[in-house]
């Protein structure tokens, strides 16, 4: 078991039962200043950030959807922002340098929530947008998530918040879930077990799975190989391992009621990560993270086959970019009557709306 993980308990909490701190609406600022208390780096993320725009997301006020679904031709659910409001990156300078390297980006490009909106806005797309919580593993605060939920709210009409809680925060991680989406309205959430540095179906992690399935919204996994901390010496101590598909079998398996996206193309695990979505009513695969051109093929066959209704438009924004992605999409075989159900329906129906 990984260290710290005791704060969990090892078994499934009853149905209805609450696996937190408690706390409801207003008790924000006592969650924050313990989170403040343990973890001296800035910003933290419960911390209310000043965004560009200078309008705050106060405590009580959600995020609602303002997309015209059926209007938008497209909705991304994979997309990433890198800094906040106070300009706090998401990653270490190390590895913000060794990612432009690996994607081949313009130095000192970093994503903000308002330049994702503007991007998708002018593409006539959604966009579901998260940052990553791998203070543990990465031993980085994340940029503001609190910021993240404001630049949604103030640009709902395409944004989409998913929220990230850290796993081995314990019942500190459960409380969150609960918080986020209770009182600020996140739609779903996003987690990267390589950076996060933990095995998805170790059971001292149910309890936060328990509070996602019973918020009703998905869980995002990253899977399969990681551009971040490649070409760096040990990875930057990111463990490929923790993003096998295989171990999202089984919190399939023991959470049927969630849903479950694996993010990008698993190689080297493509053959496993089919076979679960096929096998598994409740999990389904984003196509983020790999320009189309170099999808394995097994994947395209699949795509148009048995995962016709299991597959997700994703880019990986901003290092894949959107323009880039569907230009390279189009050149794949891919039956034209499925093109709709990836660009927009299979998301519509695990983000859980209508149009």
């Known amino acids: ?3 710290g993980t005791h704060f969990l308990s090892t078994t499934r909490p009853a149905a209805g039962e609450t696996v937190g701190l408690g706390g409801g609406r207003g008790r924000l600022s006592a969650a924050t200043n313990t989170i403040a208390r343990n973890r001296q780096t800035a ?18 006020e959600k995020y609602e959807y303002g997309i015209d679904f059926d209007r938008v031709e497209a909705i991304d659910v994979h997309t990433h922002v890198e800094v906040d409001g106070h300009g706090h990156k998401a990653y270490d300078d190390v590895l913000v340098e060794a990612t432009a390297t690996y994607f081949k980006m313009t130095p000192g490009m970093l994503a903000g929530v ?21 203070r543990h593993g990465m031993r980085h605060a994340p940029n503001s998530i609190m910021d993240l939920v404001a630049g949604a709210a103030r ?24 918080e986020l989406v209770r009182d600020f309205g996140v739609k779903g959430f996003k987690f990267h077990p390589s950076m996060q540095a933990f095995e998805p179906n170790d059971r001292s992690y149910y309890p936060i799975y328990t509070a996602i399935a019973e ?30 598909p295989m171990l999202l079998d089984d919190v399939a398996a023991d959470f049927p009621e969630l849903t479950i996206v694996m993010a990008h193309p698993a190689v080297p695990w493509v053959d496993a990560q089919i076979s679960i979505a096929t096998h598994k009513a409740n999990v389904y695969i984003d196509l983020s993270g790999w320009s189309p051109k170099y999808f394995p093929p097994q ?57």
């Open 1 to 3: 078991m990984p260290v």
């Open 43 to 60: 910003p933290e993320v419960g911390q209310l950030a000043v965004p560009r725009r200078g309008n705050l997301l106060r405590v009580g």
């Open 114 to 134: 308002d330049a994702v909106a503007d991007h998708y806005r002018q593409r006539n797309a959604a966009a579901v947008v998260f940052t990553i919580d791998a």
């Open 155 to 178: 640009n709902n009409d395409v944004l989409i918040p998913f929220g990230s809680v850290d796993p081995w925060q314990g019942r500190h991680a459960v409380h969150r879930v609960h």
């Open 215 to 244: 918020a009703g919204v998905p869980a995002l996994f990253h899977t399969g190989q990681t551009g971040m901390g490649a070409g760096l010496p040990g990875g930057h101590r990111i463990k490929l391992r923790y993003s096998d």
């Open 299 to 355: 994947l395209v066959h699949a795509m148009t086959r048995q995962l016709r209704t299991k597959v997700l438009f994703g880019t990986d924004y901003p290092y894949i970019q959107m323009d880039r992605w569907r230009r390279d999409f189009d050149t794949l075989a891919v039956d034209p009557a499925v093109l709709p159900l990836i660009y927009k329906q299979n998301a519509m129906r695990v983000l859980g709306v209508t149009s």
